[in-house]
């Protein structure tokens, strides 16, 4: 079935960027759309941002709205999230996940990645 891996975290000072990027392994995939999420801790997994698996549909969280870039070239490519101007509360483990739509709620995605850690010092 898919996996999905999450790549790119690390921990970078206030006010720059990183760039995280998410891709299936272990088969062919294709026909889902992707979202990310965050998940800090003590607190819920929260929506960061969503692309349609076309690519040409984009969704954002408030908090990360003019800061985050969501993209993709095509369903079978990883799925990026450029990450720019970042804040200490942007730090948390930040999770791909893919399903039918893109959407914010969590628990409408079928499949996760492990998550890679991002944090933002000050």
């Known amino acids: 079935q898919v996996q999905l891996v999450e790549s790119g975290g690390g921990l970078v000072q206030a006010g720059g960027s990183l760039r995280l990027s998410c891709a299936a392994s272990?088969?062919?995939?294709?026909?889902?759309?992707m979202g990310w999420f965050r998940q800090a801790p003590g607190k819920e997994r929260e929506f960061v941002a969503a692309i349609s698996w076309g690519g040409s549909s984009t969704y954002y969280a408030d908090s990360v709205k003019g800061r985050f870039t969501i993209s993709r070239d095509n369903a079978k490519k990883p799925v990026l999230l450029q990450m720019n101007s970042l804040k200490p509360e942007d730090t948390a483990v930040y999770y791909c996940?893919?399903?039918?739509?893109?959407?914010?709620?969590?628990?409408?995605?079928?499949?996760w990645g492990q998550g890679t850690q991002v944090t933002v010092s000050s």
């Open positions: 272990g088969r062919t995939f294709s026909g889902y759309a």
């Open positions: 996940a893919a399903g039918a739509r893109a959407v914010a709620r969590p628990g409408e995605y079928d499949y």
